[in-house]
């Protein structure tokens, strides 16, 4: 059974930092991509950034010089280092898998993802 967790998130003053984790289990982490998502209040869902299996990355641009999507393919965990933090970025992130196929030297489209996790909420004070 595929599992995927958040944690990390919490609340910070704009232009601070955060560092979100997802652990995985249920499958080969390795061989597929993974992505994190966010949605706040009234907006739709949108990706914030992907990682093949092999670690090549893909940015939104909201996301492109302040956050940074990594995996550990050792421990099973992708990671999103987010910094300069703004107001803006207050959702709530979501982990995501793409179990559709692997995907280990490219992944740069936000739709081909298949299985998500709960959830960690972000919070921004200005």
């Known amino acids: 059974q595929v599992q995927l967790g958040e944690s990390g998130g919490g609340s910070v003053q704009a232009g601070g930092s955060l560092r979100l984790s997802c652990a995985a289990s249920g499958y080969t982490f390795s061989r597929y991509c993974m992505g994190w998502f966010r949605q706040a209040p009234g907006k739709e869902r949108e990706g914030v950034a992907t990682i093949a299996g092999g670690g090549t990355t893909n940015y939104a641009d909201s996301a492109k010089g302040r956050f940074t999507i990594s995996r550990d393919n050792a421990k099973n965990t992708l990671y999103l280092q987010m910094n300069s933090l703004k107001p803006d970025d207050a959702a709530m992130y979501y982990c995501?898998?793409?179990?559709?196929?692997?995907?280990?030297?490219?992944?740069?489209?936000?739709?081909?993802?298949?299985?998500w996790g709960q959830g960690t909420q972000v919070t921004v004070s200005s």
């Open positions: 995501a898998a793409a179990l559709d196929g692997p995907r280990f030297l490219v992944c740069n489209n936000f739709n081909v993802f298949t299985h």
